[in-house]
Nanobody, 125 residues
């Protein structure tokens, strides 16, 4: 069945970089806009970034703008999140998820449908 799987998380020092991957299997990723969402203990769930099906439109939370870059390679069925200049407050479990088909506004007002299992990102010295 169609599934998403995140990878690339780990422990990194402040100011460092990581690249997360979201790989789809069992179906075509290019049917979907894809978002990255993070969850940290004691904090609200935060939509980090989102990319439309063609990759021509991307959105970012203010907290990561200028530091994170989302991209996709539909031929490889993969979406990426390049994270630079990482801060301790970026520590969270990062999930990728499909945006609900025919939801109207896509990444501008995403409703998430299918989620991966998440990958832990820890930023600490």
């Amino acid at each position: 069945q169609f599934q998403l799987a995140e990878s690339g998380g780990g422990l990194v020092q402040p100011g460092g970089s990581l690249r997360l991957s979201c790989a789809a299997s069992g179906g075509r990723l290019d049917y979907y806009a894809i978002g990255w969402v993070r969850q940290a203990p004691g904090k609200e769930r935060e939509g980090v970034s989102c990319i439309m099906t063609s990759g021509s439109v991307t959105t970012y939370a203010d907290s990561v703008k200028g530091r994170f870059t989302i991209s996709r390679d539909n031929a490889k069925n993969t979406v990426y999140l390049q994270m630079n200049s990482l801060k301790p407050e970026d520590t969270a479990v990062y999930y990728c998820a499909t945006v609900l088909l025919n939801s109207g506004n896509g990444c501008y007002d995403p409703v998430y449908a299918l989620w991966g299992q998440g990958t832990q990102v820890t930023v600490s010295s």
